[in-house]
């Protein structure tokens, strides 16, 4: 059964910085895409980004793109969310998640992202 455990969330201040974690376990982690996901009170939750299984391919949401940056640790089984230049409408719960789908060519769609870990909360004040 496949575990995603994140880390990393707090309080920080508009224009600061924070690095989330997400450790996986129960299946080989490099086979798979894995994805950060978003939910800020009273709205649906967002994809944030996403990294492809090999580790080349990323995408973002528009509103994070050059701020935000997506990485994986094969090695470890982790895959990480740095987070700079930090705005108040960043404020969310961030959830990590991954797909059952194995080694794909692309980043997959949101929605075949089916696995998810409890979320970690950030805060951002302005």
């Known amino acids: 059964q496949v575990q995603l455990v994140e880390s990393g969330g707090g309080l920080v201040q508009a224009g600061g910085s924070l690095r989330l974690s997400c450790v996986s376990s129960?299946?080989?982690?490099?086979?798979?895409?894995m994805g950060w996901f978003r939910q800020a009170p009273g709205t649906e939750r967002e994809f944030v980004a996403a990294?492809?299984?090999?580790?080349?391919?990323?995408a973002y949401v528009d509103s994070v793109k050059g701020r935000f940056t997506i990485s994986r640790d094969n090695a470890k089984n982790t895959v990480y969310l740095q987070m700079n230049s930090q705005k108040s409408e960043d404020t969310a719960i961030y959830y990590c998640?991954?797909?059952?789908?194995?080694?794909?060519?692309?980043?997959?769609?949101?929605?075949?992202?089916?696995?998810w870990g409890q979320g970690t909360q950030v805060t951002v004040s302005s």
């Open positions: 129960g299946r080989t982690f490099y086979n798979y895409a």
């Open positions: 990294i492809g299984w090999d580790g080349v391919r990323t």
């Open positions: 998640t991954t797909t059952s789908m194995w080694r794909t060519t692309v980043i997959p769609a949101p929605g075949l992202f089916d696995l």
